[in-house]
Nanobody, 125 residues
Framework: VQLQASGGGLVQAGGSLRLSCVGS????????LGWFRQAPGKEREFVAA????????YYADSVKGRFTISKDNAENTVSLQINNLKPEDTAVYYC???????????????????WGQGTLVTVSS
């Protein structure tokens, strides 16, 4: 499985961005697809995830209400809509895929088998 993330950029606080992650190599079927981010000098942190089968979603508390994860089965794509961006959202955003439909470990990066290359989001104040 190869993941290709895109959509990052420089945006002012309060603005919006839509990140996309296209998968190739196989269909996602029962996968869990997630977004993580890593700010400068900080550890990678979980942002959001979606179960490919059924579409249930899960969010980090820090992004609830501003971030929306979604999927497009036909395009084998998972997206992350980010609204009301804040300077603290500045980070490299990574998409990731786990071959399992999981809940207990959904926030743990080590449980994801495949990673995209990351896309940089910079929010100016």
């Amino acid at each position: 499985v190869q993941l290709q993330a895109s959509g990052g950029g420089l945006v002012q606080a309060g603005g919006s961005l839509r990140l996309s992650c296209v998968g190739s190599g196989r269909t996602f079927s029962s996968f869990t697809l997630g977004w993580f981010r890593q700010a400068p000098g900080k550890e990678r942190e979980f942002v959001a995830a979606i179960w490919w089968s059924g579409g249930s979603t899960y969010y980090a508390d820090s992004v609830k209400g501003r971030f929306t994860i979604s999927k497009d089965n036909a395009e084998n794509t998972v997206s992350l809509q980010i609204n009301n961006l804040k300077p603290e959202d500045t980070a490299v955003y990574y998409c990731a895929a786990s071959v399992q439909s999981m809940l207990v470990f959904i926030t743990e990066a080590s449980r994801y088998n495949y990673w995209g290359q990351g896309t940089l989001v910079t929010v100016s104040s």
